[in-house]
T-cell receptor, first 109, second 115 residues
């Protein structure tokens, strides 16, 4: 079966760094997405990785290891507005997105 | 209209009633999707459409139907609603299906409660 695992919830302090991990087992792999979803709102795109390595975009970075079926999202200089759920999704061999349940990130002052 | 709109924003529905959730996009995207999102579960694909005139079944299609008469609109119909269909429904679109790097753009969602 297809499976994506993320921690259910994480807590971090404003100004700090947090790493949200995602492991996946899917039928084929055509890329991995990270989305951000604030409570009561729609998911919005953060990053896309298809090759191994780190993609940096401002305060957010995303890493991929295809051989390990592993990715992480790194958030630096945390701000209160970063409190949200972070969704990991993998494009499978049929180009369908398989979604993880999301990680709720709580930022404390 | 800018992006994707959904209607209604929320709805309370009696079990057994028929309901259509509307979705319209103005980005001229070829592919459109319907997801449901339930607490503790990831987004689950109900139906999708790779281009106008074609539709396909996703992971959880039972009890739902869709149509894609034109590029912009992708309505989702619950023929006879049941309480297990209580959920938040998101419509999404992407430029093309079959291209891995295409991000999906989401509408604001419809919160549906079936009693």
């Amino acid at each position: 079966g297809q499976n994506i695992d993320q921690p259910t919830e994480m807590t971090a302090t404003e100004g700090a760094i947090v790493q949200i991990n995602c492991t996946y087992q899917t039928s084929g792999f055509n890329g991995l997405f990270w989305y951000q979803q604030h409570a009561g709102e729609a998911p919005t795109f953060l990053s896309y990785n298809v090759l191994d390595g780190l993609e940096e975009k401002g305060r957010f970075s995303s890493f991929l290891s295809r051989s390990k079926g592993y990715s992480y999202l790194l958030l630096k200089e945390l701000q209160m507005k970063d409190s949200a759920s972070y969704l990991c999704a993998v494009t499978d061999s049929n180009y369908q997105l398989i979604w993880g349940a999301g990680t709720k990130l709580i930022i404390k002052p | 209209i800018a992006g994707i709109t959904q209607a209604p924003t929320s709805q309370i529905l009696a079990a057994g009633r028929r309901m259509t959730l509307r979705c319209t996009q103005d980005m001229r995207h070829n592919a459109m999707y319907w997801y449901r999102q339930d607490l503790g579960l990831g987004l689950r694909l109900i139906h999708y459409s790779n281009t106008a005139g074609t539709t396909g079944k996703g992971e959880v299609p039972d009890g739902y139907s869709v149509s894609r008469a034109n590029t912009d609109d992708f309505p989702l119909t619950l023929a006879s609603a049941v309480p297990s269909q209580t959920s938040v429904y998101f419509c999404a679109s992407s430029d093309s299906a079959g291209l891995a790097a295409n991000e999906q753009f989401f509408g604001p969602g419809t919160r549906l409660t079936v009693l």
